[in-house]
């Protein structure tokens, strides 16, 4: 929501604790716990809201599992061991600050997010089995391809009610984490 020119309040992005679990097609996240934040001009953090509430309904149609996000302060472990896998499968460093970042369980399947000041999300869905382990990687709308990544990868579109033209890529791990 514009308050004033370049200035954005956004109950969603930089709280303490999210859940996103009430949504609709056509709604916005809700705020269900800690403080609204402002910030000034960048709209890439407005815009990768839309990226966790898309997230947060597919794990709620899926897997009936309420998505929660934690500052980075709080998050240290699942940004650490998301990018060591980074650096260890394919050399990559992510250049921009994390905002938030989630990990847990479902249905024999690890996942972990890392939200970043860019816009950029990252996940990591490791199964407990021998089977899927992938890294995704995923652009908000109207994002630029981060240059660590540009090189590397070719990024799918996929339309979102919730947030908008989202690009996406992937890569398997190889190793085990």
Known sequence: MP?????????????PKIAYS??????????????PWRWTTSSERWR???LRANEARYFKNKYDHDFTTEPASKAKKTIDYIHKILKEERDIVIASPPLEATAFEVDGIRWSYVFYESGLSINVLYSIEPGKRAVGFKLSDG???PVELADRFKFARQKSKLAGTIRGSYFVIKNEY
């Open 143 to 145: 994002m630029e391809i």
């Open 3 to 15: 308050l004033s020119r370049g200035i954005f309040e956004c109950p969603v992005a930089r709280t």
């Open 48 to 50: 990768s809201t839309g």
């Open 22 to 35: 009430n949504l609709r097609a056509n709604s916005r996240p809700r705020l269900t716990s800690g403080l």
